[in-house]
């Protein structure tokens, strides 16, 4: 379906929410006797199940990744300009599957659902979720879709981590795995931006030690706060200054420290649009997952040695102007994965954006993923493949809701 907005997009799509009732170890001893996740599709699933393709997201993005909410048709998915037909991962030739990551706030289960052991929401009580966790719990979608291998496993940012895990983790299941603006870990400046915006949330009076729920509050003096720093390493120091530059609100400079420069407006208009939306404890939980990431960890700190299990492909895709994950980190990826003589393809793309670039449409990045999935569909035959039946389980969510995209400073 065409719609005059979006020229050709997936379309409106209605995402649905599955239970899963299996139990699910995360990482911290903790558990889940059951939970539930919350996913959207966009294109047809082939008769030998080979041209599915997992999305994974990016710190507060969620299963909403390409088309439209027929109810809310500005609501256009977050990598919308990457996925569709004939686009880069072309929903013509792919299946394609966008799920919301557990302690997300935007309808899989997390901190702000309701915990079946006392009738109240979890808050405080949510286990702390690690990039593995997600993987796993991804697994359990793709088992009851009756997926037993992907075509590809792609993302951007923390996003592009979990392709990494699900390399490793499930080396059997996956054919690609695509990574862009990723890290093997976060450097201790990383998470040290991380643990600034956390106390900005945890010390809001509204915070009730993550159980504002039960108050009728939300900590959003934090969240904003929380929301601007986070903002503010997205973007590159070039691109800043190309759109805000100096400029003042007002014609003269106003001696008061209310807002004074274009830059300053923008924050605030950002962080208060999030906070209206977004989960102070969903954002704890996710920033405290990157900074635990580090496969290299459990394999004395030789990432050759954590990426050995690995035996899909890889695209790699990194950024000039990304500060925050730079180059270099996406080249250790690289030179771990020769080391251990996997077929790897390495783009490093120069564009002024920063790390948000991943989600925008640059044609030499979207050239390089446009290239790497024509030949996926080379290789699985796709062109004239016939459709597979495939009745998507779960419950409709047709009033789907605000599921909030990527335009403004969205990644990580």
Known sequence: MTHALHGRSAGAVVPRRLHIDAPLKFRSGATLDAYDLVYETYGT???????????????NASHHVAGYYANDPKNVGWWD????????????????????????CFGSTGPASTDPATGKPYGSRFPVVTVEDWVASQAALADR?????????????????????WATAFP????????????????????AFNEVARRAIVTDPDFHGGDYYEHGVKPKRGLRLARMIGHITYLSGDAMMERFGRTLRADEIGYHFDVDFEVESYLRHQSDKFAEYFDANTYLLITRALDYY????????????????????FLVVSF???????????????KALLDNRRDVSYAEIDAPHGHDAFLLEDARYHAVVRAYFDRIAREIGEAGATAAEL????????????????SEGFAA
């Open 81 to 104: 300009n990457m996925i569709g037909p004939g686009k880069p991962v072309d929903t013509d030739r792919f299946f394609v599957i966008g799920v919301n990551n557990l302690g997300s």
């Open 320 to 334: 000039s102007s990304d500060w925050r994950f730079s180059p270099e980190h996406s080249r250790a990826i690289v």
């Open 294 to 313: 580090d496969p290299a960890r459990d394999y004395g700190n030789d990432l050759a040695a954590a990426l050995a299990p690995a035996r899909a492909r």
């Open 391 to 406: 009745a998507l389980p779960g419950e409709l969510l047709v009033d789907a809701g605000r599921a909030e995209g990527a």
């Open 172 to 191: 059997d299941r996956i054919a690609n795995a695509i990574a862009v603006a990723a890290t093997p870990k976060l450097t201790a400046q990383n998470i």
């Open 45 to 59: 699933l082939n008769a030998a199940r080979s041209n599915a393709v997992l999305i994974c997201h990016a710190l």
């Open 145 to 165: 879709l009756g997926i037993g291998r992907f075509a590809a496993v792609m993302g951007g940012s923390l996003g592009g981590m979990q392709a990494i895990s």
